[in-house]
């Protein structure tokens, strides 16, 4: 009996971890309604806010945090304080936030707070609103938040603000108390310091009154654009301009965040991208930008198109693209970015930002821990796009270039690290964006061309409108190709390891060649390596490493050996060649220069440079 019931007992346990291992994924949710009074003349703006939040975790929460980012651009806060201290501040800071006066500071005051209909208590620490629950939220319960703010527009420092450059009148980012995300890891209620941003999941109803004058676009699809009318309205029809303040009505529904423009001099056009989104271009139509636009308009169109079939489809009906901000900044269904400038700087910042839509705004990673799978994936994709479209070489060639520049100085920094906690702008540029990049098309070299866009689709169906991880996105990457690539995630990402390969001494026999492959550097990688002979015949010698326990798919026509895996704890290989009698004219490693070696040189040799060796190969 006692061994029948400790079995059943093994399997009731097995079977629950089971259950408990598939469920372990949770996300949560929320749920905005917000009606905004804008007033155009000072720059400020009352709200009242409705938060219906779900706590969809295992846990039980004492507290609930909010953004306030508008607080930032005030003297004295750490974004300020930052911007004037550290080496390399970005120009459009700089120390501009402590010169701002009060008209012209940003800020978010809380007039009132409510949980399901009981008063709060909360504090404000800078760019955090600490708020103790009423009552706390068991698991798997949701409370209605109400709020009544005030807030005032600050004069445009980054991303967000008032008066433009380019004379944009609001740039509405970041703009109302945001609920901070929380997660397995806990809260994400950073202060805004400079970068990224984390947010929840859920569906906003959103409605701005605004002098009619202003035109207003932003995330989410208008529900009243029979009434507001200026230039809104579908083409063939008129809608008088009203002469009293009108409300303009979004709601957009799964998405993490919700920006919005206003101006009175925009110009709105359309676009329709053959299965796939309307989009809808706003921009201040002059001969500064009038040519440029509606060229780029049509780009936009294949760019859409190009991400949809390579990376998945996107998932809404509707995308703006908005001249606003100070360069470019992606939110969900629209995109602010500057509007002057030349026609490809123009396209260029439209395809970065377009891109943010299926890496950001579809697969919502934490982009304050993980800038790379943001900010890198997103380069990947809009260089790979514009490549296509514009029929030219390389697309990553700049990516790698910036990661061999950034070694090259020295202050490179593990990628791993949240974004405002690099100790220069220039380090965490190039890790977000660059090495990021440099990333998936180094994993191609890894895994093989097919087995990369098979994931990547992969990838995009399986976490869109979630949170995925990197371990997440890896794992996608180990079922696509079958083979063991967390490695490559912690060198890649977690260190400042460099790959380094060198062909080394050459020698051999009248049929044999043998060659010696050294690794230079402590990263170790898998080895393609070409010979190429004198006859113009080709071939290539693979050498997996031992941690990917598989090994990628030939990528071409070129015939290929299969060798032994290289186990990453010896510092040399050795590639024997049986070339019969056919003399070798070069060997290489990596010919397809995707493998992010930093010094090139050492890995291609001509054997008739190589007199010391020329009688012994023969």
Not at 192 to 212: L, M, N, Q, S, T
Not at 258 to 283: C, I, K, M, S
Request: include cysteine; charged fraction near 20%; glycine fraction near 8%.
């Amino acid at each position: 009996m006692n061994r029948l019931y400790t079995l059943a007992l093994l399997l009731l346990v097995a079977s629950f971890s089971t259950s408990i291992a598939q469920q372990t994924y949770w996300q949560q949710r929320v749920e905005y309604t917000m009606n905004i009074q804008m007033n155009v003349t000072n720059h400020q703006f009352d709200g009242d806010q409705k938060l219906v939040y779900y706590n969809n975790s295992p846990d039980t929460l004492d507290k609930v945090y909010y953004h306030l980012y508008f607080n930032a651009f005030q003297p004295g806060s750490m974004m300020d304080v930052r911007s004037r201290n550290i080496s390399d501040p970005d120009r459009r800071v700089g120390d501009r936030i402590v010169k701002l006066s009060d008209e012209e500071i940003g800020y978010q005051h809380i007039l009132s707070l409510k949980q399901d209909g009981k008063d709060l208590k909360y504090v404000v620490n800078g760019t955090v609103l600490e708020v103790t629950l009423a009552k706390p939220m068991l698991p798997k319960t949701k409370s209605v938040f109400e709020m009544k703010f005030h807030a005032q527009v600050p004069l445009q420092i980054r991303r967000s603000g008032r008066d433009s450059r380019e004379g944009i009148a609001f740039s509405m980012t970041q703009w109302y108390p945001k609920m901070a995300e929380y997660d397995y890891q806990g809260w994400h209620a950073y202060q805004y310091v400079a970068r990224e941003f984390h947010g929840v999941w859920g569906d906003f109803d959103v409605k701005i009154k605004i002098d009619p004058r202003f035109m207003v676009a932003g995330t989410g699809k208008l529900q009243n654009a029979d009434k507001v009318g200026y230039g809104y309205e579908k083409s063939g029809t008129t809608v008088p301009r009203a002469t009293e303040d009108v409300t303009w009505n979004f709601i957009a529904k799964d998405v993490i965040d919700f920006a919005w423009v206003a101006d009175p001099d925009y110009t709105h056009d359309r676009a329709q991208v053959p299965n796939g989104p309307e989009l809808h271009f706003f921009y201040q139509k002059n001969d500064k930008t009038a040519d440029t636009w509606k060229k780029m308009e049509d780009v936009a169109v294949k760019v859409f198109q190009y991400l949809n079939t390579h990376f998945g489809k996107y998932p809404f009906d509707t995308y703006s693209i908005i001249q606003g901000g100070d360069g470019g900044m992606e939110y969900p269904m629209c995109t602010l970015i500057l509007g002057e400038g030349s026609l490809a700087g123009l396209c260029g910042t439209m395809a970065h930002e377009v891109s943010h839509s299926w890496f950001q705004m579809a697969l919502a990673s934490n982009e304050s821990l993980y800038a790379w799978m943001d900010e890198g994936f997103t380069d990947f994709a809009s260089s790979e796009a514009m490549a296509s479209i514009n029929d030219t070489g390389n697309p990553h060639g700049g990516s790698y270039g910036a990661y061999f520049s950034l070694v090259a100085s020295g202050l490179q920094e593990p990628a791993s690290q949240h974004s405002d906690h690099f100790n220069t702008n220039r380090a965490y540029s190039t890790a977000a964006y660059s090495i990021g990049a440099v990333f998936l098309e180094q994993l191609k070299y890894i895994i093989g061309n097919d087995n990369f866009y098979k994931g990547m689709l992969r990838y995009y169906n399986t976490w869109k409108m979630r949170h995925p991880s990197p371990n997440d996105f890896i794992r996608v990457m180990e079922k696509t190709s079958g083979m063991q690539l967390g490695w490559y995630l912690r060198y890649w990402i977690g260190t400042t390891k460099r790959i380094d390969y060198a062909v080394g001494q050459i020698s051999g026999n009248e049929k044999e060649t043998l060659i010696e492959l050294k690794r230079i550097g402590d990263f170790p990688m898998p080895v393609d390596l070409l010979i190429t002979y004198t006859d113009g015949y080709k071939e290539l010698y693979y050498i997996p490493t031992n941690e990917t326990l598989g090994n990628k798919p030939q990528e071409n026509a070129t015939p290929r050996i299969v060798n032994d895996a290289w186990p990453w704890v010896y510092p040399t290989y050795t590639v024997k060649i049986n070339r019969g009698q056919r003399e070798i004219e070069s060997i290489e490693i990596d010919p397809s220069m995707r493998m992010a070696d930093i010094s090139r040189g050492n890995n291609k040799v001509y054997l008739k440079e190589l007199q010391p060796f020329k009688a012994t190969v023969r």
